[in-house]
């Protein structure tokens, strides 16, 4: 599985992005698709997820409210709508694949639960 994560940029607090990711060669609609971001000096960190079906989705705390994921599996893609942004959110955002099936929603907040990566596009948010 290929995934291509597309649409960062430079964005003054406030403002809004929305990332995409494409994914090829595989069942994207069985994949539970997730987005992760990793600032400089810091962790990769969980940014939210989206079930197989598009019917479940999970937030961080810290985007809960402001960004909202979605999928479109005729197309494999999965998207973040990123709005009212902060310099905080300033990071490199990763799509990711998991092909694991659990019931544990929990699962698929950590970045080990998930088999497939993007390149990472990168989200800068200024003050």
């Known amino acids: 599985v290929q995934l291509q994560a597309s649409g960062g940029g430079l964005v003054q607090a406030g403002g809004s992005l929305r990332l995409s990711c494409a994914a090829s060669g595989g069942t994207f609609s069985r994949y539970y698709m997730g987005w992760f971001r990793q600032a400089p000096g810091k962790e990769r960190e969980f940014v939210a997820a989206?079930?197989?079906?598009?019917?479940?989705?999970l937030y961080a705390d810290s985007v809960k409210g402001r960004f909202t994921i979605s999928r479109n599996n005729a197309k494999s893609e999965v998207y973040l709508q990123m709005d009212s942004q902060k310099p905080e959110d300033t990071a490199v955002y990763y799509c990711?694949?998991?092909?694991?099936?659990?019931?544990?929603?929990?699962?698929?907040?950590?970045?080990?639960?998930?088999?497939?990566w993007g390149q990472g596009t990168q989200v800068t948010v200024s003050s």
């Open positions: 989206i079930r197989w079906s598009g019917t479940g989705t």
């Open positions: 990711a694949a998991a092909t694991s099936l659990t019931g544990n929603s929990a699962y698929y907040t950590a970045s080990s639960s998930y088999n497939f």
